[in-house]
């Protein structure tokens, strides 16, 4: 099956760190951006990173923060998040695209993983 397994999620306290995982199955992460989105209650769904064989982009609020980095041997793309804050809270999904632009927007990508929950005490 051609899917896409994330997982990592919990509760931590500002300032803390937490690492999500995001394991590909059915295909090669190096033909592919895979990035993460998140979604807080009564919000849009906002990129936050992706990354591919030729770049990495993040969104500004998380910039200096989280680190996306993948193991190809294990197909897997990670998400280190330091220095969390209350307004990171939310479920984190990682989704993949062959785009090359438009990266910030959930619409070009046509793979998704189930959703992990990040929740940033103060």
């Known amino acids: 099956d051609v899917q896409l397994q994330a997982s990592g999620g919990g509760l931590v306290q500002a300032g803390g760190s937490v690492r999500l995982s995001c394991v590909a199955s059915?295909?090669?992460?190096?033909?592919?951006?895979v990035g993460w989105f998140r979604q807080a209650p009564g919000k849009e769904r906002e990129g936050v990173a992706c990354?591919?064989?030729?770049?990495?982009y993040y969104s500004d609020p998380v910039k200096d923060r989280f680190t996306v980095s993948v193991d190809n041997a294990k197909n897997t793309v990670y998400l280190q998040m330091n220095r969390l804050k209350p307004e990171d809270t939310a479920t984190y999904y990682c989704?993949?695209?062959?785009?090359?632009?438009?990266?910030?927007?959930?619409?070009?990508?046509?793979?998704w993983g189930q959703g992990t929950q990040v929740t940033v005490s103060s």
């Open positions: 059915g295909f090669s992460l190096e033909d592919f951006c």
């Open positions: 990354t591919s064989s030729d770049s990495t």
């Open positions: 989704a993949r695209t062959r785009s090359s632009t438009s990266l910030r927007e959930a619409r070009v990508y046509d793979l």
